[in-house]
């Protein structure tokens, strides 16, 4: 394993887990909602009255947000070579993962561990182990 230091960026890491705190933090403190991603795309799908508005206002935020960051500064390259079944297969799997957990990281992770709760703790323990799990295999059994 190695780590690629060219392209680590503690300072940038350090700014966008401060914002991602910040907007869970501001979420909850003035709507009384937790800022995990799967439950609010998930409530899209289900939409109760008075309740929408918020979830689209947050996803529009999530796909806007770049947009205005390319406008200061030039976004990463990023190069995939996709295996589209892979790709395919590996949404479905978190989708399903994300459901039985009742949760994504960014809930769990984020929010949950932020309010210490027990099945929060659980759940990203096991979403860590699982990519390392995940990592190791695809780095060093299949490649």
């Given at each position: 394993m190695s780590i690629d230091w060219q392209s680590f960026t503690p300072w940038a890491s350090l700014a966008g887990g401060l914002l991602i705190g910040a907007a869970a933090s501001l979420l909850i403190l003035f709507n009384g909602?937790?800022?995990g991603i799967s439950g609010i795309i998930g409530g899209l799908f289900h939409p109760k009255k008075g309740d929408t508005s918020w979830r689209?206002?947050?996803?529009?935020?999530?796909?806007?947000a770049p947009l205005i960051y390319r406008l200061f500064t030039e976004l990463p390259t990023i190069q995939i070579d996709p295996n589209y079944g892979i790709l395919i297969a590996a949404g479905l799997i978190v989708g399903v993962g994300t459901r039985y957990g009742s949760g994504c990281t960014s809930g769990h992770g984020v929010c949950g561990l932020s309010r210490l709760s027990p099945r929060s703790l659980v759940a990203t323990i096991t979403f860590m182990a699982a990519g390392f799990a995940a990592t190791y295999v695809v780095r060093h059994l299949i490649n």
């Amino acid at each position: 394993m190695s780590i690629d230091w060219q392209s680590f960026t503690p300072w940038a890491s350090l700014a966008g887990g401060l914002l991602i705190g910040a907007a869970a933090s501001l979420l909850i403190l003035f709507n009384g909602r937790i800022a995990g991603i799967s439950g609010i795309i998930g409530g899209l799908f289900h939409p109760k009255k008075g309740d929408t508005s918020w979830r689209a206002a947050f996803i529009a935020g999530l796909l806007v947000a770049p947009l205005i960051y390319r406008l200061f500064t030039e976004l990463p390259t990023i190069q995939i070579d996709p295996n589209y079944g892979i790709l395919i297969a590996a949404g479905l799997i978190v989708g399903v993962g994300t459901r039985y957990g009742s949760g994504c990281t960014s809930g769990h992770g984020v929010c949950g561990l932020s309010r210490l709760s027990p099945r929060s703790l659980v759940a990203t323990i096991t979403f860590m182990a699982a990519g390392f799990a995940a990592t190791y295999v695809v780095r060093h059994l299949i490649n």
